[in-house]
Every structure is written in C-alpha cells, then in structure tokens.
C-alpha cells in the first residue's frame, strides 16, 4: 500500500468510526512531514540542509526588503510575506504605497490566517508561498469552475434554496472570491480552515464547493428572510463562527456523498 492510500484509508477510517476531523488536527506538521507542497525534496535526509537553505534564503530576501526601504519592523508580517513572494516573483512594485492587485489580496488573507497556525515565520512564509502557488498552477482552470459546481450540488440539495437565490438575482453576487480563491480564510476560524485546506493541498479544491453549499444549508431560514442580493451577501461574508466546524464536518459528508471517497477529484 502506497503512503497516499495509507493516508486516504486511515482518513477514511478514522471518519467511519466516529473520529472525523483526526488527521486535520495538525495537519500543517503534516504536511510539512508529507511534503505535499513541495517544499522538500524527497529525500528526509537532506531535510535539515535544505531547511537551512530556507532559512538563509528568507533572511537575504527580509534584508533585501528593509535595505531599499520596503519594509521596517513595524510592517504587518502578512505585507512582509506578500513583499517578499512579489520580489522572488519579480513583480515586486515601486513602491509599496501602490495599490493591492486582486492576487495580492488574496496571499494576504491567506498568509493572515496562515500566521494563526504556524508559529514559525520561516515556515509560515514557505507554506503560504507554496500553497497559493498550489491555487495559481494546479487549480488555476478549476477554480473559475466553482461557482458552477455549487449551483449544481446546491439544487440537489435544496432546489427552493437556490430558487430563492436566482429570485433575489443573488446567484452572481455571492462570495464567490472569499470562498474560492481565498478558500475561506477571512470567512472561517483557523481550526477550520485546516481541515479544509488539509483536502485542497492533498489534491481537492472540490471540497471548497461543498463547504460553501454547507454554509448556505446551515442558514438557510436567515437566507431566505433576506430578500436582496446585497443583503444575502453581506451575510454570507460574516457569517457567525460558533457553528464553522459542524459546517466543515457536514460539508465533509456531502463531498463523500457526491464524490465517494477520492483520492483526491479535483
């Protein structure tokens, strides 16, 4: 047995008797373990030069970043993040009073929630540099499909509830940015977020659609009091954190319900 199907099959079982959401506790140290993300190379020997290597790499690239004056010590660590992933990417702009591209926003919510699970800068840079590159390279013609695949699976669901939404011309307006491209971060709490990324970087971006499914399921009797577009999105970009980690175990339920148990579909 492969370590992907040992790691798919104790998930799987794990879930079957009741313990759902085990492996997702840690699953950043993980991934780090598993290297998913290509951080390491595959060789765990070379592991502690490389980290190293890291390290040196993030440090010349920081001091880079406050020799031209880029950044200071008083920099939000995300923006410091975002700086240096735009500098190793080559597109970092003239100055940092320039505006925020749309790809900018999106690593920034990213790396603020990263920074709630990753205690480690170095680390936390590396896996949010990696994990968006995961969402602009492997992802990048899928998840312009999301918002289909959750009007499909949401009439499966509950017809009326999507019914209600095309009445309200909400369909377009939905969050559809926060839930897909920032895959929730801004939207759910940490401990959340882990589970969920958990399945994107082992290989689904698929379960972002059933958690958003989730969501408008979960507050349903307050979507269908609302009766404008403007009002229903306002709602699903502030959705009330006390009931994030049911949504996530029940979005769980219909990914394996319309998806079986992949390995992952993208």
Known sequence: MTEDSQRNFRSVYYEKVGFRGVEEKKSLEILLKDDRLGILPPHHESHVQVMMYRKEQYSDVLHALKVIRFVSDATPQSEVYLYMHRLESGKLPRSPSFPLEPEDEVFLAIAKAMEEMVEDSVDCYWITRCFVNQLNSKYRDTLPQLPKAFEQYLNLEDSRLLSHLKACCAVSTLPYELWFK??????????????????????????????????LLTFKIKVMALNSAEKITKFLENIPQDSSDAIVSKAIDLWHKHCGTPVHSA
């Open 182 to 215: 920032k895959c929730f971060a801004g939207c759910l709490p940490e401990s959340s977020l882990q589970r969920i990324w958990d399945k994107v970087v082992s290989g689904s971006c698929k379960i972002l659609v059933f958690v958003a499914v989730e969501i």
